[in-house]
């Protein structure tokens, strides 16, 4: 795929919700351009750390530890990264929105589709084509993780982290105050294969960046989050019909395909991801994994399931997400939009989010940190992004409950003015201003939807009776 300039997309950070407060240099390596200089302001009274700067170790290296990872190292904080699996296929469709791209300086040639097509197909089949409103730049991109995660983490390397190939075991928490953190792990040799080497490590802070199985969140005791387990197969489909999912995706809705969530077929490099979820029916996740295969089969027809796949997506936020001197990021902390299911681009900017929040609190390494510092960043989480998770959580509520509200929600999609806001919404992840006519147009026209859905539920429920 050709790859060209980011620079046309530098507009689109300025519609980032963050305002950042600490020094952060671009890196120099890869192909990443431009450069960030912003002030520490100095007001701390935590003590100086004395003859080296603040150690800080990340635990996982997929989206969240390494943003997280390289905004540390590049702010001045020694940075530690733990991951047990360098060459680790994160089992994910791997969509993630315009806006990661030009925040993350991610390069064009890792990406392996643009999407620009969408078909959103209902119960009853009916496909809304949905993209119609994008402009000729804007487009979806379709990464593979072991890719995507591979070049954050080799970043955060270049920018100065040390990368550790090695299992996060446990940690014993400090007994007194801005003492050490101390944690066990086992180092692997992934070039040599040998077996791995238990060893420990003293840090100041911790970011747990270790995904939805996290063991940072249960060495604070952060709590549990309800969860979906999502079934994903990649299949290597015929060369002309991988033509037509060259820049389309699609989602199904339905009951066969999942009761609470949808099912998808997303275009990689050289074959498609079919997958689906559920969080209330978990034991029958198999059943809806053949039926979104069965909604596909005529454009799938001849593929070769080349691998499946399964992981839990967290419902919503821990109970708890730090404790003193380590913060939980991504999945680790439970930030997975529902409805959409969306978390890599949350997961990247909360690790990044995270690290800032430590840079600037330690101004630059040279400090001592604490929860409060810490608590900064949940605070500026929770301000930029609560309204978009409780939005998404309500249109689930409303929109994925029976077959006839689906119907409904896929005739709502056939709307430009929804399509624009959507896509605005996803691409861009900023609250976009509705247009009052065109609100009150598709209130009236939703609620039209959901009196004949709720009208056809009943009629279906008494044929069924
Ligand atoms: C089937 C499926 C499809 C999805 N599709 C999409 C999608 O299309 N778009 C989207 O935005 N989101 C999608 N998601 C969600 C997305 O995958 C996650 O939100 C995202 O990966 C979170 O990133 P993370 O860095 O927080 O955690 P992870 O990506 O889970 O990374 C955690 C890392 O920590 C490492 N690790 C774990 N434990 C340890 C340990 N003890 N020691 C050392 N290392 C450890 C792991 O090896 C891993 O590399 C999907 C999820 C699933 C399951």
Known sequence: MASFSLRSFTGLRQTSPDSQAVTLFKPQIGRSTGRRSLQVKASKSSPKVTGRNLRVAVIGGGPAGGAAAETLAKGGVETILIERKMDNCKPCGGAIPLCMVGEFDIPLDIIDRRVTRMKMISPSNV???IGRTL???EYIGMVRREVLDAFLRDRAAAAGAEVINGLFLKMELPKAPNAPYVLQYTSYDSKSGAVGERRTLEVDAVIG????NSRVA?????????????????I????????????MAEMYVGDDVSPDFYGWVFPKCDHVAVGTGTVTHKADIKKYQLATRNRAKDKILGGKIIRVEAHPIPEHPRPKRLADRVALVGDAAGYVTKCSGEGIYFAAKSGRMCAEAIV??????KRMIDESDLRKYLEKWDKTYWPTYKVLDVLQKVFYRSNPAREAFVEMCASEYVQRMTFDSYLYKRVVPGNPLEDLKLAVNTIGSLVRANALRKEMEKLSA
Do not use: C, L, T, W
């Open 127 to 129: 496909a809304v084509d």
């Open 209 to 212: 960046a270790d995904g939805a």
């Open 218 to 234: 249960k060495a604070i005791d952060a709590g549990d989050y309800e969860y979906a387990i999502a079934f994903q197969e990649r």
């Open 135 to 137: 402009k000729p730049h």
């Open 236 to 247: 290597k489909i015929p060369d002309d019909k991988m033509a037509y999912y060259e820049d």
């Open 360 to 365: 600037e609190g330690s101004e630059n390494g």
